[in-house]
């Protein structure tokens, strides 16, 4: 089979929250967006909301700028265009549509700025957590060491091989390092964890909820996909049968993902239901939260406390003791659980 041919060619402003998508929360080509850092609130085309410059181009060992991320979303995302219909009436969808919109909402976990920094500060911390670990055994270090020597041809005699053992140990013990992560590094990660996700998006049961009352309305933000545990438990994962997945499809239209029995339903939400979720996606967002009523979005942030406010951030790493020692972690957590960080100085210091 021949190669494709290299996308080379593309758009330079990419959104990570597409077009398509955002049209369900907008009205008259347009949404109000709040930008919790700054406090400020704003009318904004669809054009110009959740785009950088060539957030999913990358390049190629040959210096090429290349654009086959960039194609695959926009697949995926021409596909769902025509099935968002289908789901807000909740009739007439098709497993493959099913198909595009489990992918679709991966893809929304991995693809936004907030999830490519969050994988950047994971990666930098899990090599400084397993560089922290290893040394917690110096003659693990200096076997370590010994191997890297004889893989170059060095000779090296044991009172050197001990010296370098002892500064090496004392580098990482003293953090005399700051790990950098390429933005292009994070991007590949989380592309590779889009089908480990799928997966397990696909055994859930599938719930389109629409709200009861015509004047209920969901709201979306630059970190769209809200993980939950059933049991308010504080340890779960995407593929827990313990997990919930909530994602805003529409303004009239919520995606639910629950249990492991692949089955597919439709429930309603009244008001107050459809406010508790609003306000878990507001707490969720990285920086942006975006609606078609101004004034409805402007009542939420207000009472949450958004304003000049960040987020926990969605992954955290660690190290357990294990049998053979210890081993790092890497969790998703729950932000929406935990107050907002406020970015104003304390003026206690």
């Known amino acids: 089979m021949e190669n494709p041919e290299p996308r080379l060619q593309g758009p330079k402003r990419q959104h990570y929250l597409p077009r398509m998508y955002l049209k369900g929360f907008s009205t008259d080509g347009g949404l ?68 595009c919109l489990l992918s679709f909402i991966a893809f929304a976990e991995l ?43 060095e000779n090296h005699t044991p ?22 992560v390429h933005d292009q590094a994070a991007l590949i990660d989380c592309i590779r964890l889009w089908k480990p996700l799928v997966d397990g ?18 709201i979306t933000c630059d970190s769209p996909v809200v993980l939950e545990s059933m049991a308010d438990g504080e340890i779960v994962g995407f593929g827990s049968d313990d997990a919930i997945v909530l994602f805003p499809l529409t303004s009239r239209c919520l995606i639910s993902l629950r249990g492991n029995g692949s089955r597919v339903g439709v429930g309603l939400a009244r008001p107050e239901q459809v406010e508790r979720v609003n306000e878990m996606i507001a707490r969720s967002s990285d920086r942006y939260i975006m609606g078609d009523v101004e004034t409805t979005l402007a009542s939420l942030v207000e009472r949450l406390g958004l304003a000049k406010t960040t987020r926990a951030p969605k992954y955290v790493t660690g190290k357990i003791p294990t049998e053979n020692g210890v081993t790092g972690f890497v969790r998703r957590v729950f932000p929406h659980r935990e107050p907002p960080t406020s970015l104003e100085p304390d003026e206690s210091e």
């Open 32 to 99: 109000a967006v709040f930008d919790r850092f700054t406090g400020d609130m704003r009318r904004q085309t669809v054009e110009n909301t959740a785009v950088e410059k060539h957030i999913y181009t990358f390049e190629d060992g040959h210096g090429r700028r290349r654009f086959e991320i960039e194609e695959m979303l926009s697949k995926i995302e021409s596909q769902l265009s025509h099935a968002i219909p289908r789901f807000e009436k909740a009739e007439g969808y098709s497993i493959a549509d099913i198909d």
């Open 111 to 153: 693809r936004t700025p907030a999830a490519l920094a969050d994988a950047k500060r994971v990666k930098a911390s899990f090599i400084d957590t397993w560089s922290q670990v290893m040394i917690e055994s110096p003659e693990r270090v200096a076997k370590t060491l010994a191997a890297m020597y004889r893989e170059r041809g």
């Open 159 to 180: 009172d050197q091989l001990q010296a370098d053992t002892e500064k090496l140990v004392k580098f990482i013990r003293e953090r005399e390092y700051d790990i950098v």
């Open 201 to 218: 998006l696909l055994r859930k049961d599938l719930l389109i909820i629409k709200p009861v009352d015509p004047d209920s309305r969901y």
